[in-house]
């Protein structure tokens, strides 16, 4: 499974960190991706990370203002979005693709609620 | 980039109902296409992969096919448990792009 750390509430201009901690598989076998979804909104890829040698991929969008990291000790995935505007406010999920990065993203996290306000 | 482009995006049915949304690519992405069911507060569900196959557990209601630009997802007796929004997937080069979604109302 994957567990997402708890909701976030943060001003404009700060930054969150998300964590997704993996359990149940070998962390290091399977690509992660974050997805987001504003209120109302559809589905929006943000990036991936392979958790085997750390390497990333990131939407263009976001490029420039996210950092995907992990930490293979713990099994864990991070997600940090700087530089946070009201239009950021979302959903944010961590799902686990596949063996290749082209697979299906077969288990989520159960979400996270980062809300930016002043 | 790779643009899917998901219709309709709305549709209102009955129970029973059979219920057809198509995902069509902006190039051929061979059978590299998915789909995902998500209800209000929860996180999305995966359904299908590489167009036509059915994620072990998922009811046999529900199929996919095509190939190329063009795809298609069936739900053939629409149940209750079943009105929600569907989203079709493609990965290729680096970058992930879902479908705008069809949301699935009770008529």
């Known amino acids: 499974q994957l567990v997402q750390s708890g909701a976030e509430v943060k001003k404009p201009g700060a930054s969150v960190k998300v964590s997704c901690k993996a359990s149940?598989?070998?962390?290091?076998?399977?690509?992660m991706h974050w997805v987001r979804q504003a209120p109302g909104q559809g589905l929006e890829w943000m990036g991936i990370i392979n958790p085997s040698g750390g390497s990333t991929s990131y939407a263009q969008k976001f490029q420039g203002r996210v950092t995907m990291t992990r930490d293979t000790s713990t099994s864990t995935v991070y997600m940090e979005l700087n530089s946070l505007r009201s239009e950021d406010t979302a959903v944010y999920y961590c799902?686990?693709?596949?063996?290749?990065?082209?697979?299906?993203?077969?288990?989520w996290g159960q979400g996270t609620l980062v809300t930016v306000s002043s | 980039d790779i643009q899917m482009t998901q219709s309709p995006s709305y549709l209102s049915a009955s129970v029973g109902d059979r219920v057809t949304i198509t995902c069509q690519a902006s190039?051929?992405?061979?059978?590299?296409l998915h789909w995902y069911q998500q209800k209000p507060g929860k996180a999305p569900k995966f359904l299908i992969y590489?167009?036509?196959n059915l994620e072990s557990g998922v009811p046999s209601r529900f199929s996919g096919s095509g190939s190329g630009t063009d795809f298609t997802f069936t739900i053939s007796s629409l149940q209750p448990e079943d009105f929600a929004t569907y989203y079709c997937q493609h990965y290729d080069n680096s970058l992930l792009t879902f479908g705008g979604g069809t949301k699935v109302e009770i008529k």
């Open positions: 799902a686990r693709g596949g063996v290749g990065a082209n697979r299906p993203l077969s288990l």
């Open positions: 149940g598989y070998t962390f290091t076998v399977f690509y």
């Open positions: 590489d167009a036509s």
């Open positions: 190039q051929d992405i061979s059978n590299y």
